[in-house]
C-alpha cells in the first residue's frame, strides 16, 4: 500500500463519520487521463474531504507555509502536495502543476485561493483558468457543501466537466475561464 493510500484510509477513518460525508457525482470523475478539480475553499479540512471522496489520487497545490512543520511538511509532500508560494506567480509550482496533468494525472486547486471565512464563493484567481488552458485535462467542478460544525452531513458535490471547446474557440483568457469554473461551482452549492 502506498502512502497517499495509507493516509487516505487513515484520515477518511476519522472524517468520514466525524463529518457524515457524503460523496455525490463521483462518476463525474473520468476514470483515466489528466483531470482538474476546482473546489470552493471554506475550510483547512478541504483538501483532505475532497481528497478522500475522489476515487483517484490528488495533487494539491497547498501554501508554502504549511510545509514549516517538519512533520506535517513532510505528511504533505507523500500525498502529492505542491508547494505554491502565494502572492506571486510561482513558475516552480505552475510547471510541478502542468507536469502532473501531462502524466494524465489528478490536480486539485482552490481557485479562491484563501477560504471563504463566511461560506460565500469569492472571485477565483486566474490560476484555474491557466491550468485548464494550458492543458488538456478534463474540468471537473467540485462543491464542499454544508457546515463542517453542523450535525448535518457534509456533502462533497462533483459536477460534470466544463465543455474547454467553445472557451479555447472564444479565446478565452485564463480569468474568464476561471469565472466559468466558480460560476458551475456556485450551481452545485445552490443545487444542494
Known sequence: MSFYNFAKFVVKSYL????????????????????????????????PIVGITCPRPIHFLAKEELFNNKLFGFILKHVN?????????????LRQGLEVLKED??????????????????????????????????IVPCAVVGDYHSKQPLKVVYGQP????????????????TDVIMDEIRKLKENH
Open 16 to 47: 468520514k463519520p466525524k463529518y457524515k460525508v457524503q460523496a455525490i457525482g463521483t462518476e463525474n470523475i473520468p476514470k483515466k487521463g489528466s483531470v482538474i478539480i476546482c473546489s470552493n475553499h471554506i475550510s483547512n479540512y478541504d483538501p
Open 81 to 93: 502536495a505542491i508547494i505554491l508560494k502565494r502572492g506571486t506567480s510561482d513558475r516552480n509550482a
Open 105 to 138: 494525472n489528478v490536480l486539485g486547486l482552490f481557485p479562491e485561493g484563501t477560504r471563504s471565512k463566511t461560506g460565500d464563493l469569492k472571485k477565483g484567481m486566474p490560476g484555474a483558468g491557466f491550468f485548464a488552458l494550458r492543458s488538456k485535462a478534463a
Open 162 to 177: 466544463i465543455d474547454m471547446n467553445s472557451l479555447r474557440e472564444q479565446k478565452a483568457s485564463a480569468q474568464e475561464v
